[in-house]
Antibody, heavy 119, light 107 residues
Framework: EMQLVESGGGLEQPGGSLRLSCAAS????????MSWVRQAPGKGLEWVSGISGSGGSTYYADSVQGRFTISRDNSKNTLYLQMNSLKAEDTAVYYC????????????WGQGTLVTVSS | DIQMTQSPSSLSASVGDRATITCRAS??????LAWYQQKPGKVPKLLIY???TLQSEVPSRFSGSGSGTDFTLTISSLQPEDVATYYC?????????FGQGTKVEIK
């Protein structure tokens, strides 16, 4: 059974850092591009960052460029999001999402981890 | 960057009615358009990709159409379990932008 399990969320002060993890199982992790998508409380979905299956290509939304870093460890079947210089507007549930093979969208999502940025 | 605009932002219809949601891209994206359903408190679920291809196990009352800049999601006969927020997403290239969402309710 395919599973994506996020962890690492919590309460952090503005300017602080957090590292999110997404543990994958039930599929050949290294064959699939992955992304992080967030959803602020009561708001819509916002794509945050994406990474190719090999990890050689990474992509970021303008809102997090220069502050967040996406990476993956295919030997551990794990996706990461290093979040630095956190702002109140980064408060959201963060989902990891698996992309379908080829130029296709996200067919499987984790349950999400809540990040709250507040003093 | 390409912007994705959905309309309406919310709709209310009766069980059995036809419900239509539109999504407009600020530039052409071919058919690289997906639709997701997010029920209250749940994780988003992929309904349609390539503008009109139904994801496996999605009921046939859902359909998608369009290409270029204008796309439509249609629910042919609205059911109580279709209460959700629906999002379009472009995925031809980064950033993989979502529309702002359309909340569907039963009248």
């Amino acid at each position: 059974e395919m599973q994506l399990v996020e962890s690492g969320g919590g309460l952090e002060q503005p300017g602080g850092s957090l590292r999110l993890s997404c543990a994958a199982s039930g599929f050949n992790f290294s064959s699939y591009a992955m992304s992080w998508v967030r959803q602020a409380p009561g708001k819509g979905l916002e794509w945050v960052s994406g990474i190719s299956g090999s990890g050689g290509s990474t992509y970021y939304a303008d809102s997090v460029q220069g502050r967040f870093t996406i990476s993956r460890d295919n030997s551990k079947n794990t996706l990461y999001l290093q979040m630095n210089s956190l702002k109140a507007e980064d408060t959201a549930v963060y989902y990891c999402a698996k992309r379908m093979v080829g130029a296709r969208p996200f067919d499987y999502w984790g349950q999400g981890t809540l990040v709250t940025v507040s003093s | 960057d390409i912007q994705m605009t959905q309309s309406p932002s919310s709709l209310s219809a009766s069980v059995g009615d036809r419900a239509t949601i539109t999504c407009r891209a600020s530039q052409g994206i071919g058919n690289y358009l997906a639709w997701y359903q997010q029920k209250p408190g749940k994780v988003p679920k992929l309904l349609i990709y390539a503008a009109s291809t139904l994801q496996s196990e999605v009921p046939s009352r859902f359909s998608g159409s369009g290409s270029g800049t204008d796309f439509t999601l249609t629910i042919s006969s609205l059911q109580p379990e279709d209460v959700a927020t629906y999002y379009c997403q472009k995925y031809n290239s980064a950033p993989w932008t979502f529309g702002q969402g359309t909340k569907v309710e039963i009248k």
